[in-house]
């Protein structure tokens, strides 16, 4: 088994690195490692609505599945993101976003929500199936941003390949939503590396 104490070595990013962020920092590296295309870097490093991205990148509408969404106790890793004890009761929603027009799946996302900073209305919107979480933050005048936290490379996964019916390899990256000073939701999305094939509109 790997030695957790054991010394990690130094990383020395090139000089043009040492003055961004980590995140686009790694979205660099992955590009030269992985062979990442303009449209992949921009979808990891987006800070805005993934939704109303995909369909610039489409060429189409696009909608919303929840695949489940229920209230559970917060996950450590979740919680830790969040800044809330671990066991806090927050609201876990699994969807996927695909193209009106056939139904083709672009995206896959997971999302925690404390249940302890939502308002009313909004808790009440976010529960409810179907609505991208972009949508309904316009729909409350919510003023926010999205920290992108990390992102990475998965070659395979059989769920994924389920749920975005193509085969690795897969992006993923994790955020943020940030409102108040706090962070409101944390998501970690996944798309396949084929996702190139959306920019002419085709499938």
């Not at 917060?74 to 927050?90: M, T």
């Not at 799946?105 to 199936?129: I, V």
């Not at 949508?135 to 992102?151: F, P, W, Y």
């Not at 059989?158 to 940030?178: D, F, K, M, S, V």
Request: with cysteine.
């Amino acid at each position: 088994m790997f030695n957790l104490m054991m010394k990690k070595p130094k990383t020395f990013l090139p000089e043009a690195q040492r003055h961004v962020d980590v995140p686009t920092a790694k979205i660099w590296s992955l590009s030269s490692s992985r062979g990442l295309l303009p449209i992949h870097r921009i979808l990891l490093g987006h800070d805005g609505s993934m939704t109303n991205l995909l369909e610039l990148i489409s060429c189409c509408e696009v909608t919303l599945r929840t695949i489940k969404q229920s209230v559970i106790p917060c996950p450590r890793e979740a919680a830790d993101l969040l800044a809330i004890d671990v066991g806090e009761p927050a609201n876990e929603r699994d969807i996927t976003i695909v193209r009106s027009s056939d139904g083709s799946p672009l995206l896959y996302a997971r999302s925690y929500a404390p249940l302890s900073r939502l308002k009313p209305a909004f808790k009440a919107d976010l529960m409810r199936a179907d609505i991208p979480i972009g949508k309904i933050m316009q729909k409350h005048r919510i003023e926010a941003r999205r920290e992108i936290l990390d992102v990475g490379y998965l070659c395979s996964d059989r769920h994924l390949e389920e749920l975005l019916a193509r085969p690795g390899p897969y992006l993923w990256r994790t955020y943020n939503i940030i409102t108040q000073g706090k962070p409101l939701i944390t998501v970690k999305e996944y798309f396949p590396a084929s996702l190139k094939a959306v920019e002419s509109g085709h499938k």
